[in-house]
């Protein structure tokens, strides 16, 4: 009886189907049945050796397409090269835990109302481009556990970048949403127990960016909202759209940057509360508000609303109150008013003068990164999305004088430089108005910025030994940080002018006045058409 046992499980184990490792499954260039065909392929193939590969090669590819299986990695060219659109409901419809999509663009044009991505059950996302051009339609809805990272959201005056349902949490950072006019939305919160954390945002014209609804939760920091001119908007809100149930929804800001257009009725944190029971709560801190009429808003018809600002800086007047359950209310404000570096182009950093640089909460700050990537704190915090890189200065003690004079100590430490650079850009404007750099150094300085390109490239390019593409040099009368343009030789543009993409490195090298030479990491850079 013993022996039959052991030779039936034998048998069983020959006849059960073995695990199949992960395999990658290839699309045919363009071809929107290929890519169904793929992912229904990807779907079948159970593994258990981590998720398999749709790889999708440059190309547009017209339909709805939907995976439901394990996880999987749907893998684009590049975001600009690899498009997904549809008119239909869903572009792209992803049923299944722990999965990633990179390098695609996706796009939605329904006019009625639609998904770009939808994720029925979360997954990680980097390195695309969103395009929620119909009516009502949203760029990316995460029903699961999510992540977006480095991606370009665009949406239409009725559409929403990004919406967060059912209880579920996502992570939104390193993210760029373009708006038009109208009720455009960058990053939704709803539904109770949904959760968006937003970090290092940048949203641009859009006319509602962040909502926390119908018991959802919404927190950013390190982020620039800059509203439409001419148009009545709200950067902050917490609320349930009038509905007439009860509801919860918080929506808290730090260090973040608010600016909109005086001449237009604009509000910077709204609550809105209208049932028994509603608790709506909107806190800004270490930020700044600039340039709206309504810089704290609260209205409840009923319930609690509050809206509040510690540690900040907003226009003095315009803060709205209405309602026995409101609270609009302001502790340890920051008088002074922002002086930007140059609000006319969009350059919303503090300048080297501005009163709101070190104006921060003086609790400590544990070590993180501003909206462009720079570390902060330097010395105190600063107020809004970006910190001033300018090092604090020391206090010591005098030595004493001695009867004999003694030489000064040479200076043996080379500068600190740091280089921020875009890491995507637009080949045919590079090549037209050159690399937009910024670079910090430590102490007065002169230094080089270079663009370069690999020994490969070059030879593809016919460019032999030309390795070095472009170069400017500047330099800084004292520590501090100076925004150059390094310019493309001619022989360069002329050799790049008809390339599809190309690949660059950006890199900074700075004297100071002992000689002494400290170089900035060099900066990765892919330039597109």
């Not at 409901?89 to 009625?112: F, H, K």
């Not at 600002?309 to 209310?329: H, K």
Request: aromatic share 4%; charged share 15%.
């Amino acid at each position: 009886m013993k022996a039959y046992l052991v030779a039936a499980l034998a048998m069983t184990m020959l006849l059960a189907p073995a695990a199949a490792r992960a395999d990658t499954f290839t699309v045919a260039a363009g071809d929107a049945t290929s890519l169904q065909a793929a992912l229904d392929q990807a779907a079948a193939h159970v593994n258990a050796a981590g998720a398999d590969v749709v790889s999708v090669p440059a190309g547009t590819y017209s339909g709805s397409f939907s995976y439901a299986g394990d996880a999987v990695e749907i893998q684009g060219a590049g975001d600009k090269t690899t498009t997904l659109t549809s008119a239909g409901i869903t572009t792209l419809e992803l049923d299944a835990p722990g999965s990633a999509v990179s390098s695609l663009g996706i796009g939605n044009t329904s006019g009625t109302y639609g998904f770009g991505l939808d994720l029925l059950q979360g997954g990680t996302v980097h390195d695309v481009e969103l395009h929620a051009s119909g009516n009502n339609v949203i760029g990316m809805r995460s029903l699961g556990d999510s992540s977006l990272t480095r991606a370009r959201v665009v949406v239409s005056s009725t559409s929403t970048g990004v919406r967060v349902s059912g209880g579920a949490s996502a992570t939104i950072s390193e993210t760029r949403v373009e708006g038009a006019a109208g009720s455009s939305k960058a990053v939704v919160s709803d539904g109770i127990g949904s959760m968006a954390k937003v970090a290092r945002l940048r949203s641009l014209g859009v006319t509602l960016p962040l909502r926390a609804l119908f018991g959802g939760a919404l927190t950013v920091r390190d982020s620039l909202l800059v509203l439409p001119a001419g148009v009545f908007a709200t950067a902050l809100e917490a609320g349930d759209a009038n509905n007439p149930s009860t509801h919860t929804a918080t929506l808290g800001a730090d260090r973040v940057t608010i600016v909109g257009d005086p001449a237009t009725s604009q509000r910077g944190a709204f609550a809105y509360a209208n049932s028994a029971g509603d608790d709506f709560n909107v806190s800004v801190h270490d930020s700044v508000i600039s340039g709206v009429l309504n810089p704290l808003d609260c209205y409840a018809a009923a319930g609690t609303g509050r809206t509040t600002a510690d540690w900040s800086s907003l226009p003095e007047t315009g803060d709205s109150s209405t309602g026995a359950g409101c609270t609009a209310a302001r502790t340890n404000a920051v008088a002074s008013a922002p002086i930007f570096v140059d609000a006319a182009v969009g350059d919303y950093r503090q300048r080297h003068d501005s009163p709101l640089i070190d104006a921060g909460d003086p609790a400590p700050l544990a070590p993180i990164e501003d909206l462009d990537g720079l570390p902060r704190p330097v010395g105190p915090v600063d107020l809004g999305a970006f910190e001033d890189q300018t090092p604090v200065a020391t206090l010591t003690e005098p030595t004493p004088a001695s009867d004999t004079a003694l030489p000064p100590a040479p200076d043996l430490v080379p500068p600190t430089v740091t280089l921020v650079v875009k890491p995507r850009m637009s080949l045919a404007k590079a090549l037209h108005r050159g690399i937009r750099a910024r670079i910090a150094c430590s102490e007065a300085c002169g230094y080089t910025a270079t663009v370069r390109i690999s020994r490969r490239t070059a030879k593809r390019l016919r460019m032999t030994g030309a390795v070095t593409v472009g170069k400017q040099a500047a330099s800084l009368s004292g520590a501090g940080t100076r925004q150059l343009t390094i310019r493309f030789t001619r022989r360069a543009r002329k050799a790049l002018r008809h390339r599809g993409s190309v690949k660059i490195q950006v890199g900074a090298i700075a004297t100071d006045p002992a000689g002494n030479t400290g170089r900035a990491p060099r900066r990765a850079v892919t330039l597109r058409r």
